[in-house]
């Protein structure tokens, strides 16, 4: 079936420009992840999604960041007034997660951001 | 606080040779999970394995196996007779048995393996 597919693949803005990044994620997962990739560096949290529950902000670094989700389904990653260093890869993963149960995340390609 | 250390940056082997990558964590946690990942050059991450903490046997998958010791927080991932084809990013990851199944990523080990 379809995997994690992410949009656009890849996408270059000039500093101060806002950008919207979308995932769309595997058909009956309930739980949604962003996170990101910097060069040379680890993947960082930022935003989490689970069903209809409110989501766990707790890893995006500042209110230029935001996120949502519509209908369960889709979300999109919102990044105002970019800035050179919110340069990196931004991956969505989903999964079914059931409750405290662990389960695998599925994770899409990946966009790439570079702000000028 | 969770934290994942890959101390190795780079390794480089030849074809055929065995490579252990590192990985240790912390945490405060009594029941978590222990992942391992990789990131070819197309960049897209592709699970490899999810160890619960209470399960401390190794495991082997054809010529993967991993290591996981709490005594030492560790869990070792070991490639048997490596291929070109294991040339990748493979990260270790740790997620808390919360319901918030965020997971913390170590900063990766990068593998080459040339013919």
């Known amino acids: 079936g379809a995997g994690v597919s992410q949009s656009p693949s890849n996408k270059v803005t000039e500093k101060g420009k806002d950008v919207e990044l979308r995932c769309d994620p595997i058909?009956?997962?309930?739980?949604l992840y962003w996170y990101r990739q910097s060069l040379g560096q680890g993947l960082e949290f930022l935003i989490y999604?689970?069903?209809?529950?409110?989501?766990?902000k707790s890893g995006l670094p500042s209110d230029r960041f935001s996120a949502e989700r519509t209908g369960g389904s889709v979300s999109t990653l919102t990044i105002q007034r970019t800035q050179q260093e919110d340069s990196a890869v931004y991956l969505c993963?989903?999964?079914?997660?059931?409750?405290?149960?662990?389960?695998?995340?599925?994770f899409g390609p990946g966009t790439r951001l570079t702000v000028t | 606080a969770q934290k994942v250390t890959q101390a190795q940056t780079e390794i480089s082997v030849v074809e055929k040779e065995d490579v252990t990558l590192d990985c240790v964590y912390e945490?405060?946690?009594?029941?978590?999970?222990l992942f391992w990942y990789k990131q070819p050059p197309s960049g897209e991450l592709v699970f490899l394995i999810r160890?619960?903490?209470?399960?401390?046997q190794n495991e082997i998958s054809g010529r993967y196996s991993w290591n996981f010791q709490k005594s030492t927080s560790s869990f070792n991932f070991t490639i048997t007779a490596s291929q070109v084809v294991d040339s990748a990013v493979y990260f270790c990851?740790?997620?808390?048995?919360?319901?918030?199944?965020?997971?913390?990523f170590g900063t990766g080990t990068r593998l080459l393996v040339s013919p």
């Open positions: 993963a989903s999964s079914l997660a059931q409750g405290r149960l662990s389960n695998e995340q599925y």
């Open positions: 058909s009956g997962h309930t739980a």
């Open positions: 999604f689970q069903g209809n529950s409110a989501p766990d």
């Open positions: 945490t405060r946690d009594t029941t978590y999970y």
């Open positions: 160890r619960n903490s209470f399960d401390e």
């Open positions: 990851a740790l997620e808390r048995n919360t319901g918030f199944q965020k997971l913390v």
